[in-house]
């Protein structure tokens, strides 16, 4: 196991109707307040309403910049990053999934700084100091709520990339699965493929003595495992959307990762096809994690087998532990187009057209990934094993 620091310092509040407490929450943060959301999902369902209520309780001045979209924007960042900076705000909340928090991270990273926020993420600069933040989670997926990182998408040449510092961790997140009642379907599904991805990135390790964290990673797929048909079949399951809620923050908050290196090729993979394509994270997630799984097994077909028999039930064949592995990964697929993801780019109406680009451009800062490092070639066998 590796030396690790964990730690995690946002408050989270979980429960039915826990955002009447928003106000009370941000209050401490200052009385000037950036309320950020995304396409109007939450005005439909009336949360717009009672955060905007409950802010004003506390005497709270609210200025609003809505309009994030999924896979957020730049542009959009820089108008909120002006904004805080004329009207001299102090906090930013943050009403949304993993689009509108990661906008508002990337905002709160903008206003301590005189240069243009891309530099952040193209790594012409580092980011040293945030305006606080807070969530109302509305779509359990990205993790975002409780992470240190965030990922725009810059109009310009497509890049999606990404940002990190601890100070972009959000001061609190409140958590209510009954605000995940509305969401359709394809975007619940995308949000737990999502999460399982955040904990197979974790999963696939070269770190040797770390079961404590295997069984955690292995539970934790099991359980969102157990709850994902559920609350499709039944939307207003308040029990199976609390477990899987749940999930999405445990999936993401770091402790799943202590002690390992993690992977994250898939991930960097997957942003390159959001980046120009458009697609939702998760619907990429589930075409390319089965690929890299075929692509990278060999190293590690111990580690494969293992999954395969704790997360998926596979029967060990210690005579052909390959063919165990082998298994384990069609399960997962299996599983991906069961709950409604395409799994192949096809299903996606993705063709090759872009492959050469999105492979140059993932790996132009080095290779991918960790378990298996992956160059440009790797990368393109593993969109030819996606088709
Ligand atoms: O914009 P609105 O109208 O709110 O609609 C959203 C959006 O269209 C809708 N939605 C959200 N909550 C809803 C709802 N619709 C009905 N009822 C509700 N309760 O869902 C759509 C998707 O929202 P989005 O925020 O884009 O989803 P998600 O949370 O999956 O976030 C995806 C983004 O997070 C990034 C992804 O790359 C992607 O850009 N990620 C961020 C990470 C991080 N910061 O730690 C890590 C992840 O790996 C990921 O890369
Ligand atoms: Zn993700």
């Known amino acids: 196991m590796q030396d690790f620091v964990f730690q995690n310092s946002t408050k989270l509040i979980f429960g039915k109707d826990k955002e009447q407490f928003v106000g009370k929450e941000a209050v401490a943060y200052g009385r000037k ?19 905007k ?11 609003e910049l809505g309009g994030v979209k999924p896979n957020p924007r730049v542009s959009l960042v820089r108008e909120g990053v002006a904004l805080c900076k004329e009207h001299d705000i102090s906090f930013i909340l943050a009403v949304g999934g993993g689009s509108v928090i990661d906008s508002a ?27 606080p933040i807070g969530v109302v989670l509305t779509i359990p997926a990205a993790g975002s709520e409780s992470s240190s990182g965030t990922v725009i998408t810059n109009e310009e040449g497509w890049y999606k990339r990404s940002a990190m510092h601890p100070s972009m961790r959000p001061q609190f997140a409140i958590l209510n699965p009954v605000l995940t009642y509305t969401l359709p379907a394809y975007q619940t599904a995308c949000g737990i493929t999502d999460m399982m991805a955040h904990i ?17 990673c292995e539970g934790a797929l099991k359980t969102i495992i157990n709850h994902a048909h559920t609350v499709l079949e ?25 002690g390992r290196i993690g992977d994250w090729a898939s991930h960097d993979i997957e942003h390159e096809i959001s980046g120009i394509y458009d697609i939702a994270h998760g619907a990429g997630l589930a075409i390319v994690f089965p690929a890299w799984m075929k ?29 165990t592995a082998l298994a384990g990964i069609r399960k997962t697929e299996e599983f991906f187009s069961s709950i409604g993801m395409p799994i192949t780019l096809k299903e996606a109406n993705i063709g090759d057209e872009h492959f050469s680009e999105m492979a140059k451009k993932g790996t132009e800062r080095g ?20 088709r």
Request: aromatic letters at 12%; hydrophobic letters at 40%.
């Open 200 to 216: 197979l990135e974790r999963y696939f390790t070269n770190e040797k003595n770390v079961e404590l964290t295997d069984r955690l």
């Open 33 to 51: 307040l950036l309320l950020h959301y995304g396409g109007g999902s939450i005005k439909s369902s009336g949360l717009y309403d009672r955060v």
């Open 295 to 323: 692509h990278v097994y060999k190293h590690d077909i111990n580690r494969f087998a293992q999954f395969a028999n704790r997360v998926w039930d596979v029967e060990i064949d210690l005579n052909n532990l390959e063919k």
């Open 105 to 131: 991270k990337a905002i709160a990273a903008g206003v301590h700084y005189e240069g243009d926020v891309w530099d952040f993420f193209d790594g012409k600069a580092e980011v040293t100091d945030c305006l």
């Open 234 to 258: 039944e939307p207003t399951n308040y029990d199976a959307r609390a477990e899987i809620m749940w999930a999405g923050t445990i999936a993401h908050n770091d402790m799943l990762g202590t």
């Open 53 to 63: 209520e409950s802010l004003k309780d506390q005497g709270i001045e609210v200025f």
């Open 367 to 386: 290779p991918l990934g960790n378990f298996v490092p992956l160059d440009e070639t790797n990368v393109l066998e593993i969109f030819n094993l996606a």
